[in-house]
């Protein structure tokens, strides 16, 4: 779902695009190196050179969801924030109900048969080997295989309504995001309506006091990066603001460099273990005194840390033209389907190549107990080989996924939409000022 002709703002497609890529290296790396979400292997350990500060981002992941919220909040008050600032809200308020009135649909079309589509791959038993693997995460994130087709049936219609009731589904954990994203971008509505009639720095602040109530309750992955991204999107339509960046070059660019190497180092804050090195062990002793009660400290340095990036994006343009480029682009087209197929591809593809197709059989011990085969990890050398075929392999059916299914969805909500609104001549003042 791309951005649209909204003006110079492609960089947040790129940006996505990356996001994408990092949730697809994170869960390889969950499922084959756990180690790697450490700033060291063990305690007195050297560390390797993906747990190392700046490079561990790549592995570590945790901020391509982060990222996810950022766009969003960003992308559903930029047309919004143009139009009020062209003192046309009554275009804005059109544009703020078709946005609202397609998004719920425009979701739960394709994650429904992107569910549906794993299902049948559970029935088909493509996931054994991996639950039958010593991968934790392919063991534990698999869908189980159902000997009753109504059961079954049963069990998919559930985890397609529980995935927009409660946030979880057993055949796909990774649409456990789609959930708040939907809410966010609705409260992200519910406040561009609210604050239209609101002069540009008093919505800014409005904004960031918004940031500051998710701040406080601890909402960092989601919540306090939605209004971040509203934030960002109105300074950047500022006109003062623009013009800083091109009267004062030097001092943008110095700021840039401070920010997005701040950003990147407090975004490698590690999932567990901090006091494994020192760098983590300082980053450690400064969020356990600015991240509220009960906080979680890796999440919260994924939210700080891409807040400082973005500031660090918007002093430099070079980076946002950088962003910009045709290979990002490209990532960026193709992000929302490799973040649906990623996961049971990693668990059903990945797995044979790595494991190989044999199914180890359960054995009975002396003790009458039934042991269930365990399938062992063959080495590193085994899943490198691999990898450079199941990566272009996962692209290759997100583009198809792009190409044929999205568009599929797209015109199947376009004719919900059509159907359900009111016509043209019935439409009246949406708001009065």
């Keep these: 779902m791309a951005i649209g002709k909204e003006g110079n703002v492609k ?3 790129g940006l996505r695009g990356l996001a994408s890529s990092l949730v697809v290296l994170t869960h ?43 766009v969003t909040g960003y992308v559903c008050a930029l047309k919004p924030i143009k139009l009020y600032r062209q003192n046309n ?3 804005a308020f059109s544009a703020v109900a078709r946005s609202a009135l397609s998004r719920v649909p425009r979701l739960i079309i394709p994650c429904s048969l992107a569910t549906v589509i794993i299902w049948v791959m559970a029935q088909l038993g493509m996931f054994l080997v991996g639950k039958s693997s010593d991968c934790w995460w392919c063991g534990k994130t698999a869908p189980d295989r159902m000997g009753n087709i109504f059961s079954s049936i049963n069990h998919l219609i559930f985890n397609i309504i529980n995935t927009w009731t409660h946030g979880a589904n057993a055949y796909d954990g990774n649409q456990w995001t789609l959930l708040p994203l939907l809410k966010g971008s609705m409260q992200v509505y519910t406040f561009i309506v609210a604050t239209a009639y609101l002069q540009p720095w008093y919505r800014m602040i409005a904004s960031l006091i918004v940031y500051l109530y998710f701040y406080i309750g601890g909402d960092s992955a989601f919540g306090m990066q939605f209004f971040w991204g509203v934030f960002l999107c109105d300074l950047q339509n500022h006109p003062s603001a623009n013009d800083f960046l091109v009267k004062r070059p030097r001092i943008s660019r110095v700021l840039a460099i401070v920010f997005l190497t701040l950003g990147l180092y407090v975004a490698s804050y590690p999932e567990g273990h ?11 002793n400064v969020l356990v005194h600015i991240v509220p009660k009960g906080g979680e400290l ?18 430099m343009p070079a980076m946002r033209d950088f962003l910009s480029s045709k290979y990002l682009l490209w990532l960026g087209k193709q992000s929302f389907a490799v973040y649906l197929l990623h996961g049971p591809l ?20 002396e003790n009458g107990e039934v042991l269930h085969g365990k399938l062992v990890f063959p080495g590193a050398m085994r899943l490198l080989i691999a990898l450079p075929f199941w990566i272009p392999l996962n692209y290759g059916a997100a583009m198809l996924w792009t ?25 009246g003042v949406l708001l009065p000022q």
Excluded at 274 to 284: D, K, L, N
Excluded at 346 to 363: A, N
């Design 274 to 284: 901090p006091e494994w090195a020192t760098w983590s062990r300082w980053q450690y």
């Design 403 to 427: 190409g044929y299914v999205d568009p599929w969805c797209a015109n199947l909500t376009q004719k919900i939409v059509n159907y359900v609104k009111l016509p043209r001549d019935e439409k």
């Design 28 to 70: 390889i790396a969950r499922a084959f190196d756990g180690d790697l979400f450490f700033p060291a292997s063990a305690a007195g350990a050297a560390p390797r050179v993906l747990q190392l500060p700046f490079l561990r981002i790549l592995v570590q992941g945790r901020i391509g969801v982060t990222i996810f919220s950022f």
């Design 11 to 13: 960089w947040v497609d």
């Design 298 to 315: 890796p999440r919260f340095g994924s939210g700080i840390g891409l807040q400082l990036i973005t500031l660090g994006l918007h002093f």
């Design 346 to 365: 990693l668990r059903s593809v990945l797995c044979w190549m790595v494991y190989g197709f044999y199914v180890p059989p359960d054995i009975t011990n």
């Design 89 to 91: 809200q009554d275009a």
